[in-house]
């Protein structure tokens, strides 16, 4: 089974803060995204990659920045961290080969507080 | 944007109750729908997915799909503690150009056993 870790687990910051999330893939595939979770919103795309250097938006990108620097690994940055960024974030990867089908695999969540 | 929304948002039965979740979304051009099941603490997990209108019967899991209403449910047959968990909707489309899809998630609904 795939397998997504991330780091840290837990991260508490101050408000203006610098914040970097880190996810890693040992499955070989070649798509990687960042979501956030919260009460009242559900599971919300970031950002996404379909290969190192490559980057793409999602619908909440304001505030963060992403980095696909090999195929394993995917980062997301937080340069001026607020209180309203404070969430549960998850990582997930899925492979090309089921076109449109692909089930993507989630890492087990950070979860950070911006006071 | 491509809209889901889950109901009920919680549920609570007896041991051994069939459980029924349901999801609609606004985009018919969806390619597939998934489930994704999440207990507290963890990351999504997908349990089942369907594309085609009609029904996929995996275990005590069955899920109905009706493209014409945007409607897909989920039914859950003799539900069991380790059921209890927050049951995520996910519809996915596919990346123009990148060869692989994004999932839109609804709210999810959560069930719980009576104790």
């Known amino acids: 089974e795939a397998a997504v870790t991330q780091s840290p687990r837990n991260k508490v910051t101050v408000t203006g803060g610098n914040v970097t999330l880190s996810c890693r893939q040992t499955?070989?595939?070649?798509?990687m995204y960042w979501y956030r979770q919260d009460t009242g919103h559900g599971l919300r795309l970031i950002h996404y990659?379909?290969?190192?250097?490559?980057?793409q938006i999602g619908d909440v990108p304001d505030g963060y920045k992403a980095t696909r620097t090999t195929q394993e690994d995917f980062f997301l940055l937080l340069e001026l961290a607020s209180p309203s960024q404070t969430s549960l974030y998850f990582c997930?990867?899925?492979?090309?080969?089921?076109?449109?089908?692909?089930?993507?695999?989630f890492g087990p969540g950070t979860r950070l507080t911006v006071l | 944007q491509e809209k889901v929304q889950q109901s009920p948002e919680s549920l609570i039965v007896p041991e051994g109750a069939m459980v029924s979740l349901n999801c609609s979304f606004s985009?018919?051009?969806?390619?597939s729908i998934w489930w994704y099941q999440q207990h507290p603490g963890k990351g999504p997990k997908a349990l089942i997915?369907?594309?085609?209108?009609g029904n996929k019967k995996e275990g005590r899991l069955t899920v109905y799909l009706n493209r014409a209403s945007l409607h897909v449910s989920l039914h859950i047959k003799d539900s069991q503690p380790s059921d209890s968990a927050v049951y995520l909707c996910?519809?996915?489309?596919?990346?123009?150009?990148?060869?692989?899809?994004?999932?839109?998630f609804g709210k999810g609904t959560k069930f719980s056993l009576i104790p």
């Open positions: 997930a990867s899925s492979d090309a080969k089921d076109w449109g089908y692909a089930e993507q695999f």
């Open positions: 499955n070989s595939h070649n798509y």
């Open positions: 990659s379909y290969g190192a250097g490559n980057l």
């Open positions: 985009d018919s051009a969806s390619q």
């Open positions: 997915s369907i594309f085609s209108n």
């Open positions: 996910a519809v996915s489309m596919s990346l123009p150009g990148t060869g692989s899809n994004r999932l839109t």
